[in-house]
């Protein structure tokens, strides 16, 4: 069974497309993440959301909206795609928001603008 | 005074020779500093993790050393293998904060 799962794997489209990336958890957390990786490899935090709450929005465009419909799934949709936008989508959660737990990713989403 | 700091940024290392990755921080409150394996393709999964109370952390061929007066930890990969190329990430969080900073990453290749 898998942890954190992510859909899709990999996702394929032109300039200004509005897409969606789906996530779940199985591990009973409260807390979870989306983070962006670029080319170089740099995890950056996106998105923290604690029992369906946003907790942290680190200066993300608006044209990213995460929306979380149950405890178990965080949902990221992104409007108006831009090229800058292409990189490696990674979800995770932990169990208890600020206490020190650590995180189960998924195995990302690579998003690819053309 | 949120930053992580890794090196080096990438790691060649022989077949049964230790690896070493660097890691500084700055803000004391943190107390938790976790390890990050990721293979390409795959997402970072927790390796190893240690609290300031304790100077070193052993878990198999990896150690982690932590100096709280110098705020560095390292990680050190003994004997290692091809198996454990892969890219590693430092970070760090603090109880009551909600998010974790990670480090740059290093990729790490271990030569045959």
């Known amino acids: 069974d898998t942890a954190v799962s992510q859909t899709p794997k990999y996702l394929v489209t032109q300039m200004g497309n509005d897409k969606s990336i789906k996530c779940e958890q199985n591990?009973?957390?409260?807390?979870m993440y989306w983070y962006k990786q670029d080319s170089k490899k740099f995890l950056k935090i996106m998105f923290s959301?604690?029992?369906?709450?946003?907790?942290i929005n680190e200066t993300v465009p608006n044209r990213f909206s995460p929306k979380s419909p149950d405890k178990a799934h965080l949902n990221l949709h992104i409007n108006s795609l831009e090229l800058g936008d292409s990189a490696v989508y990674f979800c995770a959660s932990s169990q208890v928001a600020g206490s020190n737990q650590p995180q189960h990713f998924g195995d990302g989403t690579r998003l690819s603008i053309l | 005074q949120q930053q992580v700091k890794q090196s080096p940024q990438s790691l060649i290392v022989q077949k049964g020779g230790i690896s070493i990755i660097n890691c500084a921080y700055e803000?004391?409150?943190?107390?938790?500093f976790p390890w990050y394996q990721q293979f390409p393709g795959k997402g970072p999964a927790l390796l190893i993790a240690?609290?300031?109370?304790?100077s070193e952390k052993k878990e198999g061929r990896f150690t982690i050393s932590f100096n709280k007066s110098a705020k560095q930890f390292s990680l050190h990969i003994m004997d290692s293998q091809p198996g454990d190329s892969a890219t590693y990430f430092c970070a760090a969080s603090m109880r009551g904060g909600f998010k974790t900073i990670f480090g740059a990453g290093t990729r790490l290749f271990v030569k045959a």
């Open positions: 591990l009973g957390h409260d807390t």
């Open positions: 240690i609290r300031p109370d304790v």
């Open positions: 803000n004391t409150a943190f107390d938790y």
């Open positions: 959301y604690n029992n369906k709450e946003l907790i």
